[in-house]
C-alpha cells in the first residue's frame, strides 16, 4: 500500500534538515513536487493502474533525495564535480532505512531503487522488469519536463552556477554530438554553453509523448533558449542551430506522436 500523504510528510520533515534559504535547495524542493505531479500526470495519461499511478508520484517525490546532501556539501549540482546524486538518494533512502518514512510497504523497493538510480543515467540499464523498465522511464520523463521548467524559470546561477555565460564557448566536440544527434558524454562537457546544449539535448531522449507535448505546449523551448547570449559570433550561431534542430525535432516528433 502506498500512503502518499504520508510519504509527503516524510518528504517535508526531511527538507527540514537543509537551510530554507538557500536558493539550490529551494529550487530543488520545488522541482521535486512539479516532478511528482508530472509523474503522476504521465502514468494516468498511459491508462495505468491506480497502484502503478500512486508509485510513479511517490518515485517522483523520491527521485532526487540525493540532491540535498550534494548541494549541503559541493554546493553544486554537478555530479561530476561531487557526487552521484540518484546513487546519493540510494544509500540516503535505503543504507539508512529512510524508505521507511515514505512507504511502509517494501514490495516497492527494487522499483524505486532502479527507477533512481536510472533517472539521472544518459540511458536506461539493460536487464530490468517489465514494471522497473516503465518506472524507469516514466521517472525520467517527469523529470526532464519540469527541468524545462526549472531551466525557463528558476534562478540560473542556482542551476549554472553563474548569472552570465554570454563570453562562453560551444566546445567542437559537444555542438558534433549534438547536430549529429548523438547523446552528449557529460564529462566532455567544457563549460556552462555546453551544459545549456546537453540540456536542449533532453529534448531527443523522452519516451512518452505527454511530457515532450506538455514543454512543447507551454513555449518552454522558445523561453529557454530567449534567456541566453552569447558574445562570440561563432558561438551564438552555433547556440541558434542547437535550438532549431531541437525545435524541429519535436515539432516532427509530435506530428507523428510518441505512443
Do not use: W
Request: glycine letters at 4%; aromatic letters at 14%.
Amino acid at each position: 500500500m502506498i500512503d502518499l500523504t504520508k510519504a509527503r510528510k516524510a518528504f517535508k520533515e526531511y527538507v527540514k534538515n537543509y537551510d530554507p534559504e538557500d536558493k539550490q535547495i529551494k529550487l530543488k524542493i520545488t522541482h521535486i513536487e512539479r516532478t511528482a505531479i508530472r509523474a503522476r500526470e504521465i502514468a494516468e495519461k498511459l491508462g495505468l493502474e491506480k497502484e502503478d499511478i500512486e508509485l510513479a508520484e511517490l518515485i517522483g517525490i523520491l527521485h532526487d533525495i540525493g540532491r540535498f546532501e550534494q548541494v549541503r556539501r559541493f554546493h553544486t549540482f554537478s555530479d561530476r564535480d561531487s557526487i552521484n546524486h540518484g546513487e546519493c538518494g540510494i544509500q540516503v533512502l535505503f543504507e539508512q532505512n529512510l524508505i521507511r518514512d515514505f512507504v511502509e510497504d517494501n514490495q516497492y523497493d527494487e522499483i524505486i531503487k532502479k527507477a533512481i538510480l536510472n533517472h539521472n543515467r544518459a540511458g536506461i540499464e539493460e536487464g530490468l522488469s517489465e514494471k522497473e523498465l516503465l518506472h524507469a522511464r516514466l521517472i525520467k520523463d517527469a523529470d526532464k519536463t519540469d527541468i524545462f521548467y526549472t531551466l525557463t524559470f528558476d534562478d540560473i546561477k542556482a542551476v549554472y552556477g553563474t548569472y552570465d555565460f554570454s563570453d562562453d564557448k560551444i566546445s567542437d566536440e559537444i555542438y558534433r554530438n549534438f547536430i549529429e544527434e548523438k547523446r552528449i558524454d557529460y564529462s566532455k562537457r567544457k563549460g556552462p554553453a555546453d551544459v545549456l546544449v546537453s540540456h536542449f539535448q533532453f529534448l531527443y531522449h523522452f519516451y512518452f509523448s505527454y511530457g515532450l507535448q506538455y514543454v512543447y505546449d507551454h513555449g518552454y523551448i522558445d523561453e529557454f533558449y530567449n534567456r541566453f547570449s552569447f558574445k562570440d559570433e561563432e558561438t551564438a550561431k552555433r547556440y541558434e542551430n542547437v535550438y532549431k534542430a531541437a525545435k524541429e525535432y519535436v515539432e516532427n516528433k509530435l506530428s507523428t506522436s510518441l505512443n
